[in-house]
């Protein structure tokens, strides 16, 4: 988030003070409009913390307060709320409610959770700030469940929640306190929009480490934050609006995804003067006796991408040929089976070490996915000089890594961009949202058209042989990795259609996927 605050710190040096706020409060304010459809009589809970996050809230309730709201804001640490935000809020008519800092969390947690909120409903109706405690030192525990009891109440009767605890400031996991607030927030009925990021969340990763707000809407400010990009953040944010605050980020963005009209100038369409082998032969070493199906799920893929030919490498041959008559099929190892211009090695392949080895000792681009990622040889994938792109899902990659699965799950870009580094190898690390990341570093792109219908058996296959497709077509590995998730996700989109899918339907879906992509672009 360095980038973003650097940008922030060169913009408030030529606005008047306090401009940016105002243009975040203001774009903040009119999402909460537009949820509320109607703002007049509306009863909305602010989330405040310290920082400016608890500024653009306190303003946003300003806003809303003018218009007939009746906005309570829950303040975190009174003393430290952002204090111009304050008084517009309260000059606007809003009211407060102080938590009392927590002296000792554990011993006021169960007071709070089972605490008979009705003996304190006056005390929030009354309009004013309930108890205010000097310091967090002083705090008895029976004042300060009493400020929280008074914060459940409102939270519960509130028809809007604006979650203002932490915005790109918070550091690791929220504070006890902010923890006990996004709890309250995730037990509320009413809708919960959180200002810049739900707080809890970590900005630059996507990580989740402990509590974090659920939100319905997040409206971030200037640019979207990874963590609302990359799960398991990315589900916390809800929908996301993106409010322009006129921020101009230079530099290499962390993340990028890939549109329609990227997408269309990548695809490899062919010239008049293309033949099948100038359009590329793709090769799929994969499939096994034990599983058949793989090798003609990846062959599916394989011919939908754009490649002119498909010669296939194993035992499953009579299987491709009775699905696809069209494939080449040899019945020879792979560097006998003749010239490709790119390789697939691993959908299936049971515990064909020799086929990986092969593969990974051509001079051509190979996409390793499955058991190839197991049976690959990492100082053989770091010699090679062509392109290579891996293919795991979380399970996979976390084998890779030799850490739990978990892991790889709570912390998947960083995931990527390691076992990318590890392998000097490009990483399509699968799942509900993919990433791919390069081994020199740049930017990772991510997947936005994913679905999560593509949770099916082979469809890893059918991505497996598309992307291969893409790279004898003459993709680099970042594109054809990126590239063949997008058709993919699409493809799984119109074959589901709201009902659960085969991965030969996302297969032959693909086609309808590449048609999207040139119409829409023309
Ligand atoms: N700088 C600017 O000009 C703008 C900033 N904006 C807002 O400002 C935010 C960043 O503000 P700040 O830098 O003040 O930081 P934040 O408001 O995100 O958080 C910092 C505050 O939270 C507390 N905190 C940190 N980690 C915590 C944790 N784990 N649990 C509980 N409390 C924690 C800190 O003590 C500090 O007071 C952005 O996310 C955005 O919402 C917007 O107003 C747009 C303009
Ligand atoms: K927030």
Redesign the pocket.
Known sequence: METV?AA??E??ARLPEGA??Q???AGLAAACADLLGRVYGRRVVLLV????????ALYAGARLARRGAGVTAVL??PE?AHAAGLAALRRAGGRTVEITATAETDKTADTAKNGDTAKTADTAKNGDTAKTAETADTADTADTAKTFETAEHAIRNADLLLD????????????P???RLAAFADSARCAVVA???P??VD?DTGEVRGAAVRADLTVT??THKPGLLVDPAREYAGSVRLVD?GLDLPGEPVLEALQHADVRRLLPVPSGESDKYRRGVVGIAAGSARYPGAAVLAVAGALRGGAGAVRYVGPAGDAVLARFPETLVSDRGPRQAGRVQAWVVGPGAGDDASAVAEVLASDVPVLVDADGLRLADRDAVRARTAPTLMTPHAGEAAALLGVPREEVEGARLASARELAARYDATVLLKGSTTLVADPGGGAVRVNPTGTAWLATAGSGDVLSGLAGSLLASGLGALDAGSTAAYLHGLAGRFAADGAPVGAHDVADAVPEAWRDVRDLAD
């Open positions: 605050r922030e710190r913009l408030m940016l706020m243009r975040a409060a913390g310290s920082g400016d996050n608890g500024g653009d975190l640490a430290r203002g605890i932490v915005g790109i400031g918070g550091k690791g996991g929220l504070r306190d902010a923890a200002v810049d990021l707080s809890g900005a400010f200037g605050i």
